[in-house]
């Protein structure tokens, strides 16, 4: 008699791997090849074939975020909304609530501050959880950036609006609620608050569809192209470590050949 055969395992993908990929697919091999052997794993073997044809744009369609509003200023709370969640790794978080609205689930203490959701092969940390009066939960994450600067860049609001439906996803899954939104908080402290404001990304079914199609396009892609422009090679992590022969700049400025001649490490 033939054993049952096993579903294939999905390939593990993070936030981060979704925003990389979204921005460039090769970068998102990089750097994930970086990640493990930082942590003393071997790392996985980078799918980018040597005679690959590099992309103009990324492979990844764009989330739907005709419904994302956008608010200046400085973030508030309500009496009612608690903070049940602050991810531990990060040590530059702003304090967003007076300590008596901290209410920290301890489902996530101890180690077990990562939300995984097996179902989907994803997983990843957002920076907060609010509770709202409601009792649904919010995904909030932060970046020391200016509201508008930025847009067409690395930290550009749709790169955020990714991260953003997917925290959301891991929310849910962890929280066993939906959230109705994500929020991205900017916190530029420079201007006296006048650089500050947050984008709220509702996350409905058109997000969740988009999520679902966006991870399996990303592990159905078997070239993980590199997409070498220079809003993106300026601010590539690798790229500053001299991993990718295909960048169009170099950060700083400096002649990308170079850095392709004497650093490249295949
Ligand atoms: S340097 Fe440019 S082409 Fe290379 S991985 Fe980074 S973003 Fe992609």
Redesign the pocket.
């Given at each position: 008699m033939l054993a049952p055969l096993a579903p294939p395992s999905l390939e593990h993908l993070t936030p981060h791997d979704l925003v990389t990929y979204f921005?460039?697919p090769?970068?998102m091999e990089?750097a994930r090849a970086h990640r493990f052997r930082v942590a003393g794993g071997p790392p996985p073997p980078v799918r980018t074939p040597a005679d690959v044809v590099p992309l103009r744009h990324s492979p990844l369609f764009a989330p739907p975020i005709g419904r994302m509003t956008v608010n200046e200023g400085r973030m508030g709370v309500l009496a009612a909304e608690r903070l049940v969640y602050e991810d531990p790794g990060e040590d530059d978080l702003p304090v967003l609530f007076p300590p008596e609205q901290v209410q920290l689930d301890a489902r996530f203490a101890n180690g077990h501050s990562t939300f995984v959701d097996p179902a989907w092969g994803f997983a990843g940390r957002p920076d907060f959880v609010i509770r709202r009066s409601d009792g649904r939960p919010v995904p909030v994450e932060y970046k020391e950036t200016h509201l508008f600067v930025g847009y067409h860049e690395a930290h550009g609001r749709l790169f955020d609006a990714v991260q953003a439906i997917a925290e959301c996803r891991l929310v849910e899954v962890a929280f066993g609620v939906r959230p109705p939104l994500g929020i991205v908080l900017y916190g530029d402290a420079a201007g006296g608050g006048s650089r500050e404001g947050w984008v709220e990304v509702p996350y409905g079914e058109a997000e969740e569809r988009w999520l679902s199609a966006a991870l399996a396009q990303v592990r159905a892609d078997s070239t993980r192209a590199?997409?070498?422009a220079e809003r993106?090679?300026a601010s590539?992590g690798?790229?500053a470590d001299g991993l990718?022969r295909?960048?169009?700049a170099r950060p700083g400025g400096g002649d990308p050949h170079l850095g392709r001649l004497v650093r490249w490490a295949p």
């Open positions: 921005r460039c090769h970068e990089l590199p997409v070498p993106n090679c590539c690798p790229n990718c295909f960048a169009a």
